[in-house]
């Protein structure tokens, strides 16, 4: 059985180092990672794979969380891929505080460091709207819920070192900092600024051609 086993090893010697390096490179470099929920829509579908870059801010071990060196900081409006330990899950959120920040929502309207973020129409349906939001320095889509919802507000917070305050921007459908709390520096894995390719649920899981390499 032994000898069987070295045969096999040598024969597919060649695949088993391609595969043990390509999962050394996901873990280290770069990544994709599914999106089941849609508490990131507008921006990001149920069905989309994103691709993540997991170099943006450590450079780590392999298979760890063990950051080597630190290479850069997330910053207001980026959308970040954490393990997140409150949920026991891995989430996908944008980013909207940063330490230092002092973060407050008015009636899904954020207002950071005192200053109110802008919002402008982008299209409408029967139960919701999308608004252009702009962060500081980033614009982009939300959806708000016409009806309203109890995670429409929270009073200022002050984001402390290391923490983040991370939001989905599906604002009144997303298990975010209003649920599990800031967000440690050490959780955050990487940064997503496209989708690699998704998948229509509604569809028959048929591929969304407008969805390939969709910039975020």
């Known amino acids: ?34 999106v089941p929920s849609g ?64 973060v407050a929502l008015r009636n899904n309207r954020l207002v950071i460091n005192g200053q109110p973020a802008s919002y402008e129409p982008a299209s409408e349906a029967s139960h919701f709207r999308d608004m252009h ?17 109890p995670m429409a507000n929270f009073p200022p917070v002050r984001v402390p070192r290391d923490s983040y305050l991370v939001l989905g921007d599906n604002r009144d459908n997303s298990a975010d900092s209003r649920v599990i709390g800031l967000v440690p520096r050490r959780e955050i894995l990487g940064r997503t600024r496209s989708v690699l390719l998704s998948l229509d649920y509604d569809n028959y899981f048929l591929p969304r051609a407008n969805r390939f390499l969709q910039e975020l």
């Not at 090893?9 to 990544?31: H, K, Y």
């Not at 939001?133 to 009806?147: A, F, N, T």
């Open 133 to 149: 939001e702009d962060l500081p320095g980033m614009e982009h889509l939300v959806r708000l819920h016409k009806r309203g919802s």
């Open 39 to 102: 508490s990131m829509k507008p921006t990001i579908l149920e069905g989309d794979y994103i691709l993540v870059d997991r170099m943006a801010y450590d450079i780590r071990v392999p298979f760890t969380h063990i950051s080597l060196a630190k290479v850069g900081e997330p910053q207001r409006g980026e959308i970040v891929v954490f393990d997140s330990k409150a949920s026991g899950n891995r989430l996908v959120k944008r980013v909207v505080g940063v330490p230092g920040d002092t």
């Open 1 to 34: 059985m032994k000898q069987g086993l070295a045969r096999i090893l040598r024969e597919n010697r060649s695949t088993l180092i391609f595969l043990a390096l390509m999962f050394v490179f996901r873990s280290a470099c770069a990544d994709w990672n599914h």
